[in-house]
């Protein structure tokens, strides 16, 4: 398969899946438990939510054996539509909770099926523009539904966006099954000892420390970023289009340099690079926090997005490099369940420490969380260099 063609095939597949993430980040989390009474405490906890996309790993064997990715990514994709169909009608008690939970497990299983089928297309210098289209399909697709659904609620309620949403999330269903018919081989799909196997070689711990650390600040401010905006006198449709639509095409931006710069540069380099981007748009939030100003709000809203895409494209580019394409479902998902494991576990004390310490002192603290990984970053490098000869 040529460049071109993989580039078309991953930013369509990776369009759908941003979409839930806008779903569950961009509309619930950020604006419709709010609008629904919930308080900060209860939206931190919500957060709780995003462990399914850590705990994927669990069933990631299953989708990586039976069946055909494709229709995996079909049905987990029919589900969420089923979701979004119900959701207006559920109030805000269990019945709500129990809805997100299954959309969640539902996106995380489109995740493991989507990547098993689309890693293998990567070969060996081809992660900077592959990423950077996986990036920003991502952000595209993520857009799409987490600054449009808060605008069409403005105009014509939340039952309506939610209808629109689900009918997003059956066409989908139904385009992924005419994507072209990937390459499977029974036999090493079965090998369940060669999944996880050749991951035993030095310096698996620190590569590990180093997925658990990375992302942890970007994990433990997005909670609260929805909260801060709206807390600051923004109404749901400013934060659509400032943070959603300008902060998407300001990742889009940071991606493509990212891809530029991937392709130059060492792969340590450009993770130390993407850490110190991502430290910034924490501080950035803080100052924000502090100042008070609508227009700080908005910068800190751009920058967060463009340095988090930049900074993705370098991390996207170690987890492809360390998989093996025969056992991508399950290794990809076993690497994506590290790093948002201890977000998912700090996000949900978010809203108690924003309560206590206010929304400056915990962006502050934010900054913070990610600076031990800077010093895994060679041996993480290494780590996955040592295997990426297996992945051919």
Request: one cysteine or more; a positive charge.
């Amino acid at each position: 398969m040529t460049l071109r063609r993989k580039l078309a095939l991953i930013a369509a597949l990776y369009f759908v899946e941003g979409f839930p993430m806008g779903v569950y980040r961009d509309v619930w989390q950020a604006l419709y438990f709010t609008e629904a009474g919930f308080s900060k405490t209860a939206v931190g906890v919500a957060s709780g939510f995003g462990l399914a996309w850590s705990l994927k790993v669990l069933w990631s064997p299953l989708v990586d054996r039976f069946g055909d990715w494709r229709h995996w990514i079909a049905g987990a994709l029919t589900a969420m539509a089923a979701v979004l169909a119900l959701v207006p009608g559920l109030g805000s008690g269990e019945a709500l909770w129990f809805a997100v939970a299954v959309f969640c497990l539902a996106s995380a299983t489109q995740d493991i099926a989507l990547d098993a089928y689309s890693v293998p297309l990567t070969e060996r210098g081809e992660e900077g523009p592959l990423n950077a289209a996986r990036t920003s399909a991502y952000r595209i697709g993520r857009l799409a539904l987490g600054a449009g659904l808060p605008l069409l609620a403005t105009a014509a309620g939340w039952a309506s966006a939610h209808r629109v949403a689900a009918v997003f999330a059956a066409v989908a269903a139904l385009l992924v099954l005419f994507a072209p018919r990937p390459a499977l081989v029974p036999k090493l799909r079965r090998d369940w000892r060669g999944m996880l196997r050749s991951w035993a070689r030095p310096g698996l711990a620190h590569a590990l420390g180093f997925l658990v650390l990375h992302r942890l600040g970007d994990f433990a401010l997005a909670p609260m970023v929805g909260p801060f905006w709206i807390e600051r006198g923004f109404t749901r449709a400013e934060f659509a289009s400032l943070s959603t639509f300008a902060g998407v095409w300001a990742g889009i931006s940071g991606a493509v340099f990212a891809a530029w710069f991937v392709a130059r540069a060492t792969l340590e380099r450009a993770l130390a690079i993407g850490l110190a981007l991502a430290v910034a748009s924490n501080l950035a939030y803080a100052g924000a926090a502090l100042s008070g100003s609508p227009a700080a709000v908005v910068a800190a809203g751009v920058c967060e997005s463009l340095c988090s895409g930049a900074a993705g494209v370098a991390f996207m580019a170690l987890l492809v490099r360390a998989c093996e394409r025969s056992h991508a479902a399950v290794q990809y998902a076993a690497l994506t369940a590290f790093y948002p494991l201890s977000g998912s576990l700090v996000g949900m004390l978010s809203g108690a420490t924003v309560e206590r310490i206010g929304f400056a002192g915990y962006f502050a603290l934010t900054a913070s969380f990610a600076l031990p990984s800077l010093l895994l970053i060679p041996m993480a490098v290494r780590w996955a260099d040592a295997g990426s000869p297996a992945r051919s």
